[in-house]
């Protein structure tokens, strides 16, 4: 039961890098979601992902770029790192955007920028 | 704008103790509040509440809504150390974005 599964778990960058945070869920959902949690400020949304196909900026999109590659993985990539990046990064899925369904969150990557 | 506020942000108590933990809202279009324990890692989830007035209980935690008076409580009893954790509250929205507003967490410590 994989359910959502996103690498790396840990990653340190520096100033300028770029990279790329992988998610992929195996329940055939159609919603897909990153956030971000930071101290005291609880969970963010950055992007989101309604349906394959589509994205749409959440609450603080500035400096993330996403794919959704195919109804199964959704990827966030940082173009440039920055210092203020430095969180926790939640990917997410849930059934569609229409019902009442929980969300299903992985089990979180850890961003350190430098 | 919609927000969620819960309170307080971080409580300690000791084995036995009941707590209560407060989640008020202001969103347009209400559909549903949810309830998640997070521990190290991803949140997982403990309740839906779509109705308000009616309960929801699994083991020692229970919740309950009022959507008149635009808040939700999860109520724990008999607590114990496994309890410790960040509890969180969102609120599932049918605005434009269909998106989940987290509140910032209660975290709450239990000691033996």
């Known amino acids: 039961n994989a359910g959502v599964t996103q690498t790396p778990k840990f990653q340190v960058l520096k100033t300028g890098q770029s990279m790329t945070l992988q998610c992929a869920q195996d329940m055939n959902h159609n919603s897909m979601y990153w956030y971000r949690q930071d101290p005291g400020m609880g969970l963010r949304l950055i992007y989101y992902?309604?349906?394959?196909?589509?994205?749409d900026k959440g609450e603080v999109p500035n400096g993330y770029n996403v794919s959704r590659l195919n109804k199964r993985e959704f990827s966030l990539r940082l173009e440039s790192a920055a210092p203020s990046q430095t969180s926790v990064y939640f990917c997410a899925s849930k059934p569609d955007r229409y019902s009442g369904n929980t969300i299903y969150f992985g089990e979180g990557s850890w961003l350190t920028v430098v | 704008e919609d927000k969620v506020v819960q309170s307080p942000l971080s409580l300690v108590v000791h084995e036995g103790d009941t707590v209560t933990l407060n989640c008020s809202y202001e969103?347009?279009?209400?559909?549903?509040l949810l309830w998640y324990k997070q521990e190290k890692k991803a949140p997982t989830f403990l309740f839906m509440l779509?109705?308000?007035?009616i309960e929801k209980k699994s083991g020692r935690l229970s919740s309950i809504l009022d959507k008149k008076e635009l808040f939700s409580i999860l109520n724990i009893t008999a607590t114990q150390t496994g309890d410790s954790a960040v509890y969180l509250c969102a609120v599932d929205t049918t605005s434009g974005t269909y998106k989940y507003i987290f509140g910032t967490g209660t975290r709450l410590k239990v000691l033996a």
């Open positions: 969103v347009t279009n209400f559909r549903s």
């Open positions: 779509t109705s308000s007035g």
């Open positions: 992902s309604a349906s394959e196909g589509t994205t």
